[in-house]
């Protein structure tokens, strides 16, 4: 068990209304905060009321870029249970990233009590009521000031908490995206595979201009702009008449949690999903002769986020007729259900807040 210290606020906030949170634009009354120093180990865990880290200006993370986060959320249940969707996997990500990054990750103990423990002093930060959720941000930079180019020494890793509802202003409808063949996100041997700040930075230019030209998220191809990667911030899955496909992870995706637990109900149900290469070329054939039915993508804010519109090269295709398709509403309902506490959770995805 770590040994967490505790400062809590003398000035709570007032909670927002849970039908108007919007998406990350709320933080809870405290965070978490540690830190790792080579050859001392971690030290200093607490949860302290919410407000400014002080960091010196020459910390790697502000000139080197060595910040890496996750997202995941908690949920209160119908019945009042407070649970925790597949944390596991969030660590091991974060473990993942943070080694290509030469950051010190926390390990899982101490990762998994930080949660509990910061989750359970702003319990009442979880909203109720449907779509609603509180978000978690577990994060690690480089804190050590020197200005010579080599890994920081020293990573902090900090927890902030969002009350969060709908991540899409259309809600659950479908989205247009844009297929982009200007900008990547990612190449082979970057940083795609992990959670690295510095694929957002990447990101932000083609989302930009994809929402000038009125579409929400950018359909990420590879270096030949042709292998499909991500969509926007989620993973991508394309429901054809004979199979379910979903990109290969080929070390520029983000192997996402979302798209790993939709993977293992589809496959418990039996349905023929693979995981394999595919081209925006094979789509658009395929979709010109009918045989694509839906397309959706996978991620923790979101979800499922159906498909509707994809444009690519001057071209907007229209994907089952800008409508939701049977599928993503079935996968949408289940794993909502299941996080709800309003189905079984028969994939043992949940972890209960201890309290
Ligand atoms: C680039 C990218 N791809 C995919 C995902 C989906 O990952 P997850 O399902 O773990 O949220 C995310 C995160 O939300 C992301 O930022």
């Not at 009354?29 to 400014?52: L, N, Q, R």
Request: include cysteine; proline fraction near 7%.
């Amino acid at each position: 068990m770590t040994t967490i210290t505790k400062t809590l606020t003398t000035s709570p906030k007032a909670l927002p209304p849970s039908n108007q949170l919007g998406f990350g634009q709320h933080f809870s009354d405290h965070m978490f905060v540690a830190k790792f120093t080579e050859g001392k180990g971690w030290s200093e865990a607490a949860i302290v009321p919410y407000g400014p880290l002080s960091l010196d200006p020459g910390a790697s993370v502000f000139h080197y870029g060595q910040a890496l986060f996750e997202g995941m959320k908690v949920f209160r249940q119908q019945d009042g249970k407070v649970v925790f969707f597949r944390p596991e996997f969030n660590q091991r990500r974060m473990a993942d990233g943070a080694a290509r990054l030469c950051l010190e990750a926390p390990p899982l103990e101490l990762f998994m009590d930080a949660l509990q423990e910061l989750v359970a002093v702003d319990e009442r930060w979880i909203p109720e009521g449907p779509n609603t959720s509180l978000y978690i941000r577990p994060t690690l930079i480089g804190s050590e000031p020197f200005l010579g180019v080599r890994p920081s020494r020293e990573t902090i890793f900090f927890i902030l908490l969002s009350p969060v509802g709908s991540y899409y202003s259309e809600g659950t409808k479908p989205i247009k995206i844009w297929a982009e063949e200007k900008y990547l996100r990612a190449a082979p041997g970057g940083l795609g595979a992990v959670k690295a700040g510095a694929n957002y930075a990447s990101s932000l230019k083609a989302a930009l201009d994809a929402k000038k030209q009125g579409y929400s998220q950018v359909l990420w191809l590879d270096v030949e702009h042709q292998g499909i990667e991500e969509v926007g911030t989620m993973n991508v899955f394309f429901v054809f008449d004979n199979e379910i496909v979903t990109p290969a992870l080929n070390g520029s995706i983000l192997p996402g949690g979302t798209r790993d637990a939709i993977l293992e109900l589809l496959r418990s149900k039996g349905l023929p999903v693979v995981e394999r290469r595919i081209t925006i070329t094979e789509v658009i054939e395929r979709l010109g002769r009918g045989e694509l039915k839906e397309v959706f993508g996978t991620g923790t804010a979101a979800v499922i986020s159906p498909v509707g519109v994809l444009h690519y090269r001057g071209k907007d295709w229209i994907i089952n007729n800008n409508e939701n398709g049977p599928l993503s509403n079935e996968l949408y309902s289940e794993i909502t259900a299941i996080q709800r506490g309003t189905q079984p959770d028969k994939l043992n995805w949940l972890v209960p807040l201890k309290k």
